[in-house]
């Protein structure tokens, strides 16, 4: 239908618009060929969307109206007849997940070593070939990164939805997995010459139907949407079962996985990623020798049973509870939406993502936000020296709201976790309630790559760093640090990393959150190169010389620094420049930038390397005899607030409005009430000369 001049489609045409744009996979020449089939003034094709939408691959290699992609679909049949063994049953398995799901990467590279894809050699182990492989897929467009809103380090994909229409399209000697979904329930005797079956959300098939399934074969069982109870049960044959995937499933409860054990003992991954009602399991679970893969994040478990100890081809353990009802209901409504919001992604979509953001409240010490106090985050200049640079804490609101939606799960001392010598990955588990005891069990673990641990305190850092000391394999450590404890508050060097005595060099992601912290650089640069990636909640480094600022660009994780606090401890001139690595877009990078003008005097020139980021600039003078002048104020293009605080005298102040007067863009000035304020903390600094030497 038309209406002035203008094509006007149907809900329904337009659905299908969508569903055949995403089939198109993002390809240029399919996109066109589609497009030249619908040409008609004013007036959709409505009968050929629906033969598209229903016949996609088949429409596109038969019809006539396609023959422009003749070419395309040679060389794609080409590349499948050349391609390796190894990797061919690795690209046919992708078609498990439906049109624009998202898949976390570590998910499927767990599956396919459950499924034998990816194997071990003399050479490589099989998580390292399993990366290959994805690798692989990616460099060929078959699997593409997806960006989450809002920005997170999540680490998810999902099929290139050409590449899935294709692969779906072939014979069934190739493609041995088949999908229940919608009302093709004519189509379920074909299930039994799958190896992989996938329930869509869609399918409205009966118990009746799914019993008289032949299902011997399945090696695979994954679940999207409803749960129904009936998938596992005694009149089902599932015996040769290795995978069973109810990631976000609805509905699945404790009685509902009792059958697990009994009935599937070759099972090698078993993942209730997001099944909130999950709070234990059963102790059938014992029965599954062969397990390798447990992921039991975003449930309702609180601890870890002990017959899970005895699973000793156990190479991972993910766990970690959901945010308690009883947690959620003092907080207003709108944030105690976001916190469930929140944890949802990060539970579930981010595999590194919310690891270490965790709680104690396991160990019954969540305190409602009227209770919580603002947690001191300041370490006196004498109580670490100069070589100390780093202070993190949890200042704001909104990170309050997300450590309390997610808590790491209690392991039981007596069980021996310390006996699974297989483990590679583990986390989230609470430290506080065993304490040291059960950091002697993990310090057995020897072969590591990921730990995530939350509940580390100052009664149990020293054992904590002499655990990871022992770790010479980690390349992941996430931690949450325990600041519910007064005697903790109250200590000003508490949790230092340099108590780390061989900080381990394969460590490619470090990740604290809460507490006081602090690191040098020395201790950093023992990490090596491999170092790609550091979170640390509001981390401030303090320098003080101009050889400190001109160190900074050589500084690992540039990006990790929040704020950047220039100390200086005499009079004089410092130049703050040469930020950006000369012929290179590598950069320090802080976008609150402090001077602390203490009671000196004070010359700061801003020079032209300098980056874009900086937007707050905090001047915080000790007494109305310090000085400052401040040249070049400029070259900070994207400045947006200026703030004066401390005893700062009317010179300083008439320079700094006459100075921010100047710039064009006019950034916010703050002028603090010298009899109103307080006097401000302590910062902690750090000479960077000894840091970098």
Known sequence: MARSGKLIKTSREEELSKLIIAKCGGLPKVIAAIGESLQAPYKWDKKLLESLNAKFMIMLETDPRFQCLRGLFTRMQSYFDGCPDSLKPCIFYLSVFP???????????????????????????????????????????????????????????????????????????????FALEGRRSHN??????????????????????????????????????????????????????????????????????EQIGKLLLRLKFLSLRGCKYITCLPRSLAGLKQLQTLDVKGTSMVILPSYVMKLHKLQYIRAGAILPPSVTEDLPAEEAGAADEDHMTSATAGDDHSDAMVTSQLAGEARTPA?????????????????????????????????RRCSGVKVPVAAGIGKLIALHTLGVVNITISGKA???????????????????????????????????????????????????????????????????KTLKS??????????????????????????????????????????????????????????????????YDSLVAPWTRDFFQAPDLKIDCGSYKLVIVFGGRMPANVEVLVVHCSSTESSLELSGLEKLENLKKVWLKGSYSDQVKEHLQQKVGELVKKPVLKLEDQHTQQSAPPTPCACLKCLLN
Not at 215 to 222: A, C, D, G, Q, V
Not at 546 to 574: A, R, T, W, Y
């Open 99 to 177: 049109l624009g799901h998202i898949i976390r990467r570590r998910r499927l590279l767990r599956r396919w070593i459950a499924e034998g894809y990816s194997r071990g050699t003399n050479c490589s182990t099989a998580e390292e070939n399993a990366e290959k492989y994805f690798s692989q897929l990616v460099e060929l467009s078959i699997i593409i990164q997806q960006q989450q809103e809002p920005p997170s380090s999540a680490d998810v994909w999902k099929v290139n939805g050409f590449f899935r229409e294709y692969i779906i399209s072939r014979p069934m000697q190739d493609n041995l997995v």
């Open 188 to 257: 379920w005797q074909r299930a039994g010459t799958g190896q992989h079956l996938a329930i869509s959300s869609s399918w409205d098939g009966d118990k009746i139907v799914f019993e008289r399934m032949e299902l011997s074969r399945l090696r695979s069982l994954t679940v999207f949407g409803k749960w129904r109870p009936f998938f596992i049960s005694a009149y089902v044959n599932m015996e040769l079962l290795r995978v069973l995937d109810l990631e976000n499933s609805t509905g699945v409860r404790d009685a509902d996985i």
């Open 510 to 575: 470090l990740k604290l959150y809460g507490g006081n912290v602090h690191v040098s650089v020395v201790w950093m640069k023992q990490l090596g190169k491999n170092l790609k990636k550091a979170r640390v909640q509001d981390l401030e480094l303090a320098i003080s010389t101009q050889e400190n600022i001109d160190s900074l660009v050589q500084l690992p994780c540039k990006d990790m620094f929040g704020h950047l606090c220039l100390k200086p401890i005499e009079d004089g001139k410092l130049y």
């Open 438 to 504: 059960i950091l002697m069990e993990l310090k057995k673990l020897t072969q590591l790559h990921k730990l995530a641990v939350s509940g580390i305190n100052w009664k149990n850092w020293s054992e904590f760093c002499s655990v990871i000391s022992g770790y010479v394999h980690l390349e992941t450590l996430s931690v949450r640090l325990g600041d519910n404890d007064e005697k903790q508050k109250e200590r000003e060097d508490l949790c230092c990393l340099d108590d780390i005595s061989k900080p381990p």
């Open 371 to 403: 209770e919580e106090e603002p947690v001191q985050t300041t370490t006196p200049w004498s109580s670490r020296g100069r070589d100390m640079l780093v202070s993190c804490s949890w200042l704001s609101n909104k990170f309050r709201c997300k450590r």
